[in-house]
């Protein structure tokens, strides 16, 4: 059984950095893709960057790209997400997903998610 656990969320002033984990286990083969989604109040779900295992292979929204990184450690099981340069519209409910995208974006192939985890920013 596939089971994601997300962590790294808090308040942080705009300007900061925050680094999200999403500890990752349960799967049965190599082929899965997982992102990173955060949903803000009164908002819809929106799809922030993603990761595909095979490859490695990344994708970052316009919105946070140049300022959010996604990363692995395949020894850990474990997929990050650095953001920097925080601004107050980033802050949202933070959750990682998985599924088995062929391009990592296809976000409603995401059947896998996370409790999610807060990120609020401000001063």
């Known amino acids: 059984q596939v089971q994601l656990v997300e962590s790294g969320g808090g308040l942080v002033q705009p300007g900061g950095s925050l680094r999200l984990s999403c500890a990752a286990s349960?799967?049965?083969?190599?082929?899965?893709?997982i992102g990173w989604f955060r949903q803000a109040p009164g908002k819809e779900r929106e799809g922030v960057a993603c990761?595909?295992?095979?490859?490695?292979?990344?994708f970052h929204e316009d919105s946070v790209r140049g300022r959010f990184t996604i990363s692995r450690d395949n020894a850990k099981s474990t997929v990050y997400l650095q953001m920097n340069s925080l601004q107050p519209e980033d802050t949202a409910v933070y959750y990682c997903?998985?599924?088995?995208?062929?391009?990592?974006?296809?976000?409603?192939?995401?059947?896998?998610w996370g409790q999610g985890t807060q990120v609020t920013v401000s001063s």
């Open positions: 997903a998985a599924g088995s995208a062929f391009w990592c974006y296809e976000y409603d192939t995401y059947d896998y």
């Open positions: 990761i595909h295992n095979s490859d490695g292979s990344t």
């Open positions: 349960g799967f049965t083969s190599d082929d899965y893709a």
